[in-house]
């Protein structure tokens, strides 16, 4: 018989009912190290005072009312994104997905409005991930996430993850944007180089087509920049952002230049949910801590640290891990032994790490890790590793 939950997940027989900073609790008191902020959201850690606090605030004010009507809390939060980034202009959404949705329509309608209904095209690249939506699951293109669900959304051209030449030979007079992950998450923490992020802007700059980062994974302070394409010291026309910025509480935003945003006039896009007031209570919460002095200097310190003991780990056990790659608190252990392996073996010594592609365990912890969370990481991660190693293959 079908569960009364869609069986549509694969879940860890983990329960928990409590969080906070760094930790979650099962009913039983137990308490793991969470390394994965469920996967990249918790951003601030669980229960964070000012979160809690805002929020509740809210709650007990106005939940929601609609797009109909003025809402203050979403002004000051897109004031806040167009106060600290490349973009003019801010649609909010609920979730990743939709931002991508809206970022393929606002693409395409940019070019419509410009007398060139023909450029429809977006170019993607393999190992990517853009959500579960119809345009997302064709945006990507993996096998796994689109076979049965077609006719899929036309419109959308793979190439090989870091073929920068086949890029250039993939544009044509049909193409209207380049959407790419400034670091691949599910695709197992795979970092464009700053060298192809700036080759890519300059690409797509002599081609006369849009930019669209997809830093619903990198983005918020993930990388230890606001967002993950500064490191280039590059801008994008336009850029998708979720996960964090809600600090658990389900909120995502397309950001976009006032060029790239001009087809997008009133009746144009909508949603009901989309910037709600709890939401953007939160979202302005979460933006004004990753933006405070120093905020974003001491996650770089913790996350040097972090990567110099994670690197020790990788050559204390060579039969486990391949090599640490990443950016500031988005980090990837690439195994030799199989990754759930690995991840499951973190379940047993109570620290939370994320699978992805590749044969990767993600960490993905709170930026506010404390630097004895990092030591405790250290040693839990180290006792897996030992586990691994002593389990007959
Ligand atoms: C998670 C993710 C999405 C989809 O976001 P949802 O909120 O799950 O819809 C899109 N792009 C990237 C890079 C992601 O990591």
């Not at 931002?99 to 940019?110: H, T």
């Amino acid at each position: 018989m079908i569960p009364s939950v869609l069986p549509t997940y694969n879940r860890a027989p983990l329960e928990f009912v409590k969080g906070e900073g760094s930790w979650l609790f099962e009913a039983d008191g137990r308490r793991f190290l969470d390394l994965g902020s469920g996967i990249a959201v918790n951003a601030l850690g669980h229960a964070h005072p000012k979160l809690v606090e805002v929020l509740s605030n809210q709650a007990q004010n106005l939940w929601h009312v609609s797009n109909l009507y003025k809402i203050p809390q979403q002004e000051k939060l897109a004031d806040l994104l167009v106060e600290h980034t490349f973009a003019d202009t801010v649609f909010f959404t609920n979730s990743g997905t939709e931002a991508c949705e809206l970022a393929v329509k606002m693409a395409r309608k940019y070019f419509y409005e410009k007398d060139q209904p023909e450029r429809v095209e977006i170019i993607t690249f393999d190992g990517s991930f853009h959500g579960r939506s119809s345009a997302g699951i064709a945006a990507a293109g993996t096998e796994k996430m689109v076979k049965g669900f077609g006719p899929l959304l036309p419109g959308f051209v793979h190439l090989t993850f870091g073929d920068m030449d086949g890029l250039t030979n993939a544009i044509t007079d049909h193409t209207a944007a380049v959407l790419i992950e400034p670091v691949q998450g599910e695709g197992g923490i795979r970092p464009v180089p700053d060298a192809e992020m700036k080759a890519l802007r300059q690409i797509c700059d002599d081609a006369g087509i849009l930019l669209i980062l997809d830093e619903v994974q990198c983005g918020v302070g993930r990388t230890g920049k606001l967002f993950a394409h500064e490191w280039a010291g590059i801008t994008p026309d336009i850029m998708m952002v979720a996960k964090g910025i809600g600090g658990g509480f389900p909120l995502g935003a397309v950001l976009a230049t006032e060029e790239a945003a001009s087809g997008m006039t009133a009746g144009t896009h909508g949603s009901t949910y989309g910037g709600n007031p709890l939401g953007c209570a939160v979202g302005c919460a979460v933006i004004e801590e990753v933006m405070a002095p120093d905020f974003l200097a001491d996650v770089n310190r913790r996350a040097g640290l972090l990567r110099q003991r994670l690197d020790g780990l990788v050559a204390a056990h060579p039969e486990v891990f391949e090599e640490l790659r990443g950016s500031g608190l988005m980090l990837g252990l690439k195994c030799k032994a199989a990754n759930m392996d690995v991840v499951q073996a973190g379940y047993d010594n109570q620290v939370i790490t994320v699978p992805a592609a590749d044969n990767v365990i993600r960490l993905l912890p709170p930026l506010t890790l404390s630097e004895e969370d990092i030591a405790e990481a250290i040693s839990r991660l180290d006792k897996a590793a030992t586990q691994v190693e002593q389990t007959p293959g």
